[in-house]
């Protein structure tokens, strides 16, 4: 499985009482290689998981990747802030829209469905999504 993870997954990955983990889990153990991600999403999710080493040694066994470099896409980011302006989309958000255009067989794995069944990568297309099934 290819993947781009967002911080719903990781936290309900790593929680046993997340109401999606159940899913995180098993889309877990069918992950063949690293779930790319970006910096954004492992400082929201170790906010979120209050703590930083859980996230890192993610990281560190190789469930997840690094993949993005934020600098390198500021104005499509800018340009990508001001088309959802109305959805006020956080800066995980905007990278994950980005990082799905520039990695276009990887699916999102996210339990924020409702924003991005809206967002488009490419400005028309819909981005891959894998969800809980409660969320679809």
């Known amino acids: 499985m ?3 993870a967002d911080t719903g997954f990781i936290v309900a990955f790593a929680h046993k009482s997340d109401a999606h983990h ?3 889990a098993g889309v877990g153990a069918r992950i063949t290689e690293p779930l790319l991600t970006c910096e954004a999403v492992l400082a929201e999710s170790a906010f979120h998981l209050e703590s930083a ?15 993005f470099n934020a600098s390198e896409h500021v104005a499509s980011r800018v340009r990508l802030a001001d088309k959802y302006a109305d959805r006020r989309p956080d800066f995980a958000d905007l990278c994950l829209i ?6 276009p067989r990887h699916v999102v794995l996210t339990t924020a469905a409702a924003d991005f069944q809206v967002y488009r990568r490419h400005q028309r297309e819909a981005i891959p999504l894998l969800v809980p099934p409660a969320l679809r």
């Open 2 to 4: 290819t993947g781009i």
């Open 22 to 24: 159940e899913w995180a």
């Open 53 to 67: 080493a859980y996230v890192l040694s993610l990281v560190e066994t190789g469930l997840l990747r690094l993949a």
């Open 98 to 103: 980005r990082m799905s255009e520039l990695y």
